[in-house]
């Protein structure tokens, strides 16, 4: 039995308010726990006033941009919140940004003051002097600031006392509360502008299909840059007088380890992830942890099941994107549907539509849009780029640029990236059905499969494979193996071993990237090994 929304939700519709409310409601009750310690809300509230404090003797005021440059920690979160008391704008950037995305970022969003961990300081370095900051403000975990240049201050000298909430502005839930700029998978990245009703809309709805309940704790080792730990982890816990929980950063090797440790309940997995962690050397403490859910995008049908029995958990499937909430459609569960990603939430109506944008029927493959069902519950804008948001939000849908479909009862299912599918001879065809019969090879650890251009129009098929630690496998025993399990025109046409797979900080391929790169050493045409893909009789 899932825990019932509070009525109490209903009036928060600004992180300010919720922050203020649920201090007093819950007074020392865990807000966020790490191996670093525990926060209370209380301490939560008290220390994001004290850093407001600190933010608004540095000039920032309604309106201004404050950037974080920081791993997972309590301090992320109080930075964040205190930008937001005093009216100003979060700015997150991923932490594995260096050079040109870096100075791009920070210049595009106008952000005056950053704040970085001492670790990344050295790429922001490198192209201060060419963006717009007035200030940079250090943050070391580990509390050491000897070193600090002379150019930096010390995160510590910004918690100085409290400032009076009475004397702040007061949030509207129009107000953007942060700019999440997007992965960059597919192009230069944009600033999606999130107003602070979209993080209490979108963690509303995911607490109706979650099955809390009142000792519930949210761990993520996603990064608080990204919507999913904010609104799936952070804001679904606060939002019910929950716990959540995070660690700096990703490791496989001990995520379950992590969990148990820091009493999860409840985990937020992305498709690479699952795998990852299913690739995992079975171990005999697989089962020895507190975690019942696990909230998943984009978990494979063939994994699904040994997953959840390898692991003693329920997997919940869904969807979502930074524009329209990371989580937008989401099973049910008592009425979970393998392979699907669930039904739409309650703040947000969907269709599958055609190229000419009308609707489709069910088990017809088509483009997922979807528009908010309340005010101010989707994103506001592309920050300072006007074209691109009327034409994603063309027709009044927002376009997901997702081809999915839907059964007779409603559910969705998704199928593949509109922008990655891979046009060769006049047929379609999605990279996942590639990647999924490759990474079946005893040898495979994981696949990207891009469409490269084919000397006789569209593409071919590339397929780039990492192997597994100390695996060695021919090119023609991988082509054979495809060939043997996919329809002529899916095998592909070259392959190139890869010593890791270029991801986003989210754990996203970035397909982009090996989409444009000239062959390498590596990279093997099928003609050359002599090997004919014939097609069936007909």
Not at 54 to 66: H, I
Not at 510 to 520: A, I, T
Request: net charge negative.
């Amino acid at each position: 039995m899932g825990l019932e929304v509070l009525e109490a939700q209903e009036d928060y519709h600004d992180l300010p308010a919720l922050l203020e409310g649920k201090a007093k409601k819950n007074e020392d009750r865990p807000a966020v726990r790490t191996d670093t310690g525990v926060l209370s809300y209380r301490e939560l509230y008290q220390g994001s006033l004290k850093v407001a404090r600190g933010l608004q003797e540095r000039g920032v005021g309604p309106g201004e941009k404050v950037a974080l440059f920081l791993y997972n920690c309590p301090e992320f979160l109080q930075t964040w919140y205190g930008t937001n008391l005093l009216g100003g704008v979060m700015v997150p950037l991923n932490t594995a940004l260096k050079g040109e995305l870096l100075r791009y970022e920070l210049l595009d969003s106008d952000a005056k003051i950053l704040v970085s961990d001492f670790r990344l300081y050295p790429e922001v370095a490198k192209v201060r002097a060419e963006t717009g900051l007035a200030r940079v403000v250090g943050f070391d975990p580990a509390g050491r600031y000897e070193e600090i240049p002379p150019s930096v201050e010390a995160f510590r000298d910004l918690l100085g006392p409290p400032v009076q909430r009475s004397g702040l502005p007061r949030a509207q839930p129009s107000d953007p509360a942060s700019i999440l700029y997007t992965s960059g998978t597919t192009g230069p990245p944009k600033g999606v502008v999130i107003p602070h009703e979209k993080y209490l809309s979108t963690a509303r709805a995911i607490s109706t299909r979650s099955e809390l309940t009142p000792e519930s704790v949210l761990f993520t080792e996603l990064p608080l840059f990204h919507c999913n730990a904010q609104e799936m982890s952070t804001h679904t816990a606060l939002l019910n007088d929950l716990t959540v929980a995070f660690t700096e950063w990703f490791r496989a090797s001990d995520y379950w380890e992590a969990a148990r440790r820091l009493g999860a309940t409840h985990v937020s997995l992305l498709i690479s992830m699952v795998n990852v962690l299913f690739k995992q050397p079975p171990r005999p403490s697989d089962r020895e942890h507190g975690v019942r859910v696990a909230l998943t995008a984009g978990t494979q049908k063939g994994i699904w099941r040994p997953f959840e029995e390898r692991f003693g958990l329920k997997i919940v499937e869904l969807y979502g994107m930074t524009e329209c909430g990371c989580t937008t459609l989401m099973n049910p569960p008592d009425r979970v549907r393998l392979g699907s990603i669930g039904l739409p939430l309650d703040f947000v109506e969907a269709q599958v539509v055609d190229e000419g944008d009308r609707p489709v029927g069910p088990g017809t493959r088509g483009e997922l849009v979807v528009r908010p069902r309340r005010p101010y519950s989707m994103m506001l804008e592309y920050y300072k780029k006007p074209e691109q948001t009327v034409e994603a939000w063309r027709n009044l849908w927002f376009h997901t640029g997702d081809y999915v479909w839907r059964d007779e009862d409603g559910y969705y299912y998704f199928v593949e990236r509109k922008k990655d599918v891979i046009r060769r001879r006049g047929e379609n065809i999605a990279p996942y059905d590639v990647e999924q019969v490759l990474n079946q090879h005893p040898g495979v650890f994981e696949t990207v499969v891009v469409g490269v251009p084919s000397p006789l129009g569209e593409e071919d098929v590339k397929a780039f494979v990492q192997l597994k630690p100390g695996a060695r496998v021919e090119p023609r025993e991988l082509f054979e193996f495809a060939a043997e399990r996919l329809p002529f025109f899916m095998v592909p046409q070259s392959l190139e071993f890869i010593s890791e797979v270029p991801k986003t900080a989210n754990q996203k391929a970035q397909r982009y990237l090996l989409r444009s790169r000239p062959p390498g050493p590596g990279s093997v045409d099928r003609d050359s090994l002599g090997i004919q893909v014939v097609r069936p009789p007909r």
